[in-house]
T-cell receptor
């Protein structure tokens, strides 16, 4: 089955540690996205990538980093510089062209203690 | 830049009643419009999308939405709500397909027996 896989589903980290969230897709999509979701704030774009080896900052990129070395993979690192990292993180991908929509993974809930 | 307003944060309906979730957008050109649904702790699933053509769009799970350019609206409707429809619903507007998508803050739907 084609889809997007995020792992792990739940992640706990101590304050001050970097943590990497995994996102893999087998939909052959060119574009991939990372969103952060907090209650009452909808989805906010962290980073996106439209092609391998290229990515752009979204609206709330500070304290996060990404890489896009393979078309299928778009890992997100939450660094110790992120002031409030506890949140629900969603990865998505979409095809090229105009008439496309995004497909989402099941999300990773990160809790920093 | 585009924006999306979902004026209702919470809506409660009785099972079997009709449903309308409101979405207003702000964008100067023809928008690409989406409705997504999210069950608790899960990713987002596309219900329907509007890119062009017929302004009444049919989606999955018996949902439909109507694009009204004069009112800058894309309201989601369902004639008879089922208990399984309880979830959070997000409206989104995009520029050139899924590129530069902006999400609303979501409407949480509660269904009572």
């Amino acid at each position: 089955d084609g889809g997007i896989t995020q792992s792990p589903k739940y992640l706990f980290r101590k304050e001050g540690q970097n943590v990497t969230l995994s996102c893999e897709q087998n939909l052959n999509h060119d574009a991939m996205y990372w969103y952060r979701q907090d209650p009452g704030q909808g989805l906010r774009l962290i980073y996106y990538s439209q092609i391998v080896n290229d990515f752009q900052k979204g609206d709330i990129a500070e304290g996060y980093s990404v890489s896009r070395e393979k078309k299928e993979s778009f890992p997100l690192t939450v660094t110790s510089a992120q002031k409030n990292p506890t949140a629900f993180y969603l990865c998505a991908s979409s095809g090229a062209g105009l008439n496309t929509e995004a497909f989402f993974g099941q999300g990773t809930r990160l809790t920093v203690v | 830049a585009q924006s999306v307003t979902q004026p209702d944060i919470h809506i409660t309906v009785s099972e079997g009643a009709s449903l309308e979730l409101r979405c207003n957008y702000s964008y100067g050109a023809t928008p690409y419009l989406f409705w997504y649904v999210q069950s608790p702790g899960q990713g987002l699933q596309l219900l329907l999308k509007y890119f062009s053509g017929d302004t009444l769009v049919q989606g999955i799970k018996g949902f439909e939405a109507e694009f009204k350019r004069s009112q800058s609206s894309f309201n989601l409707r369902k004639p008879s709500v089922h208990w399984s429809d309880a979830a959070e619903y997000f409206c989104a507007v995009g520029v050139r397909g899924y590129q530069k998508v902006t999400f609303g803050i979501g409407t949480k739907l509660q269904v009572i027996p």
